[in-house]
């Protein structure tokens, strides 16, 4: 979708435009997305060709860059939120969750998905609550 997103941390520190279009959509279970998010993926968008404009906080934005190869991860110094990532060929790499509304584009695929955690496929049979547990 070509557009203009927003997105921001968890504290709110942290604020920012995404100006682009987002080219693919992938949630991806490989170990080395699965230690960054903490979870069992990462729901990443891919633009090959976007603008990152910070609005507030840039100050506060690090970056990890795992030695030897292209992964990256940048966050909120202070919250720990996953933020978007120039890739340095002018394009970005953007978790999903960070964003404010609605990217525009389903994820397409599931990547990595024979490096999933052993427990991911219990996930189908897992009861969905519409809040937390004891809520009504």
Do not use: K, N, Y
């Not at 340095?88 to 389903?106: H, K, M, N, S």
């Amino acid at each position: 979708m070509s557009g203009v997103h927003t997105g921001g941390c968890l504290c709110g520190r942290v604020r920012f435009r995404v100006t682009g279009t987002f080219g693919h959509f992938f949630l991806c279970h490989c170990a080395r997305c699965r230690h960054d998010s903490g979870s069992a993926f990462a729901a990443t968008l891919f633009a090959g060709q976007a603008r990152l404009d910070w609005l507030a906080g840039r100050d506060q934005v690090r970056t990890f860059r795992l030695e030897g190869t292209r992964h990256a991860r940048a966050f909120c110094g202070a919250c720990g939120s996953a933020l978007p990532v120039e890739t340095g060929d002018g394009g970005l790499t953007v978790p999903a969750g960070c964003l404010d509304g609605d990217p525009g584009i389903a994820p397409e695929a599931h990547i990595c998905w024979a490096d999933r955690a052993p427990w991911e496929d219990a996930l189908d049979r897992a009861h969905r609550l519409a809040g937390l547990p004891g809520e009504s």
